[in-house]
């Protein structure tokens, strides 16, 4: 070990080497992995029907399967939207994090090789949302608003958690539509090509927020895990716009009321989030005031 080296903790240091040798050996340029080309075949759908807003609702036992099609399609590109927006929040989390610290740090190299990929990534969802026949999905102005007040200021755990569950919510969703053959081919490789590269994300942020945590006080707990769970929040409540129906040739006031009201929707991200919710508790993350905007957000 260099001298360099030695003033980081070495825990740390090792898992950002790995990170930085996975990357290395396993990453994707989608430019070129995604069939960008083909024209959207209209007889596949755009996610998973049973991951749909309106599944299981009465609205849903009334759709031809070609308005289940657009619908999922519509919905897609909202989810790829809303991440477009959260991965321009965390780019910059990141490089606010790291300004002016070690580059001869490991750490340091993987958070510009993570910034680079959600680079790509923003793009690779665009050029997707927009094979997808959608228009622009932006959070509500509240949201927008909120969020661009967390890149400025959130820092430590308040942003390392904050991105995980961002990641992990879409990686949930992202790993059932990426097998599912009722999915267009060229929307599962851009999930495939997610599902990869953030799987080193998230590692790197479950880090993060440990070594982050490590010496906090009670109340520092409190207010950030706060921070976090209204963050959880705003990204969960994000992910599909209300104007997907609309868009997808549907009643919006009627799609709107049975999305809300749909407990199958509901139990599946809770469900999908099981593992991120014990994360949190584990990290000291999961308090009174935090688990019950969680369960406001269905996702706990
Ligand atoms: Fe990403
Ligand atoms: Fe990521």
Known sequence: ???????????????????????????YDPVREVDWQTPLDETHHGASPEWSTLYGTPYWAELTPAQRRELTRQEAASVASTGIWFEMILQQLMLRDFYAKDPTDPAFQWALTEIADECRHSIMFARGAAKLGAPAYRPRRLVVEL???????????????????????????????????????????????????ESRHMKFAREETRARLRGAGWLRRQINSLVVAIASYCI???????KVYANAGLDPRRAVREARANEHHKSMLRSSCAGLMEFLGSAGLLTKASAWVYQRANLL
């Open 236 to 242: 969960v409540t994000s992910m599909v716009s209300e």
């Open 147 to 197: 969020g661009r007040a967390h890149k400025s200021f959130a820092s430590g755990e308040a942003a390392y958690a904050a991105i995980l569950v961002a990641e992990e919510v879409l990686d949930v969703m992202q790993r059932d539509w990426m097998r599912d053959e009722r999915v267009a081919p060229f929307v599962r490789t851009i999930n495939n090509i997610h599902v990869v590269e």
């Open 1 to 27: 070990m260099t001298s360099a080296e030695t003033r980081h903790e070495p825990g740390r240091q090792s898992v950002a080497r790995r990170l930085l040798d996975s990357s290395e050996t396993l990453s």
